[in-house]
Structure formats: structure tokens, C-alpha cells
């Protein structure tokens, strides 16, 4: 069973603009990860945020965890052709439980 | 330092056959997990080992096996395919420290037909 879900289930936005996806879990965390998922190929590792932190950037990327709501978001600022994915947030240590992710289609 | 490896990419296999998947760890790693992927289901957790020991396990019939050799090489094994085991099948690995981030291989297709 997956550990929370996804919102919004898809996305599409024009290239350039910014993408925002949000990801509820239910039990309480030590971390939570974000993977992108391209055309059905392996995970790739974004960010990883603890469960201590409550904002963190990487290059494009900024994630923010509310551990009080069980939530994190991703946003992805000036998105492009290439950020075209599907996003997972996964909570756990090596036994890692993932929400329904996101699938972000961005236009050129 | 190469990635994840896993082979092979594809498969197609018959109901009833049996089906071993590897996976080659990073270097250094000694924690390796398996997750299979459907449409349905999504990301489903198999099991994880660590240092050549099982050390979680999801929820999955015992048609589902695996194994961990010394150098933190890992196979999976499907016995008695059915159609539901199509999926894509992924393998990752990680120091197996606390906190630490997952690597994940390309995967492999399973078909089952």
C-alpha cells in the first residue's frame, strides 16, 4: 500500500514556468526523499530533506516538509522540456514506501 | 564510481516459468532492495538485504526470493510466473546506514505472457 499520496496526479505547464507538486504520508518520518522517473527507467534521486528541516534547495529545486500536516512539496522553478517526468516522494529508510507520484508534462 | 547495473533489461517469460533477476550494487554499497512497479500498484516494496541477510521484507508472496552474495551482488527469483508478476523491476542500493539515499538501477521489463 502506498504510504500517502500524490497531488495534483498530473501536470502540464509551459517551459518556463514553475511546477508545483504536493505528497501526504501517514506515519511519522526520519526523512523524506523525492525520485524523478523518466519514460518508465529507473529512479533518479533528487533531495532527500530530514525530518528536522523544513526547507531545502537544490539548484531548481526547492522542497519543503511539514512534519504537523505530514506533508512536502516540490517545486521545480523555470521548468524545462527535459523536467519532463513523473515525481515520487518516498518515506522510510531502506525500505522505502512511495506515493502514486506525479507525472509533469512540460511544453516547449 | 558506475551506478546501479541491472540485467537483463528486458524479458518475456511464460505463465508457470520461474525468472532470476541481478543486480550489481554501487561499489562500496552493502544494502540492496528490490522494488517491482506496476500501473496498478505503483512502487511496491520486496525486500532488502544487507550484508548477505534479508533484513525486510514487504509483502509479496514467497513465490518472491532473493539472495545476496559476498561481494553485495544481488538476484532476485520469481517461481511459477503469473500474469500479475508483469511489472518493471527495480533494484537499489545504499551504504545501508541510516538516512541514506537510495540508488536505483534502470530496472528490468518483465513481461509475462
Known amino acids: 500500500s502506498q504510504q500517502g499520496e500524490e497531488d495534483p496526479q498530473a501536470l502540464s505547464i509551459q517551459e518556463g514556468e514553475n511546477a508545483t507538486m504536493n505528497c501526504s504520508y501517514k506515519t511519522s518520518i526520519n526523512n523524506l526523499q523525492w525520485y524523478r522517473q523518466n519514460s518508465g527507467r529507473g529512479l533518479v534521486h533528487l533531495i532527500l530533506?530530514?525530518?528536522?528541516?523544513r526547507e531545502k534547495h537544490s539548484g531548481r529545486l526547492r522542497v519543503t516538509l511539514d512534519t504537523s500536516k505530514k506533508s512536502s512539496s516540490l517545486l521545480i522553478t523555470a521548468s524545462r522540456a527535459a523536467d519532463t517526468a513523473s515525481y515520487f516522494c518516498a518515506t522510510g529508510r531502506n525500505k522505502l514506501t512511495f506515493g502514486g507520484g506525479t507525472r509533469v508534462l512540460v511544453k516547449p | 564510481k558506475a551506478g546501479v547495473t541491472q540485467t537483463p533489461r528486458y524479458l518475456i517469460k511464460t505463465r508457470g516459468q520461474q525468472v532470476t533477476l541481478s543486480c550489481s550494487p554501487i561499489s562500496g554499497h552493502r544494502s540492496v532492495s528490490w522494488y517491482q512497479q506496476t500501473p496498478g500498484q505503483g512502487l511496491q516494496f520486496l525486500f532488502e538485504?544487507?550484508?548477505?541477510?534479508?533484513?525486510n521484507k514487504g509483502n509479496f508472496p514467497g513465490r518472491f526470493s532473493g539472495r545476496q552474495f559476498s561481494n553485495s551482488r544481488s538476484e532476485m527469483n520469481v517461481s511459477t510466473l503469473e500474469l500479475g508478476d508483469s511489472a518493471l523491476y527495480l533494484c537499489a542500493s545504499s551504504s545501508g546506514l541510516e538516512q541514506e539515499t537510495q540508488y536505483f538501477g534502470p530496472g528490468t521489463r518483465l513481461l509475462v505472457l
Open positions: 530533506i530530514r525530518s528536522n528541516e
Open positions: 538485504y544487507f550484508s548477505e541477510t534479508q533484513r
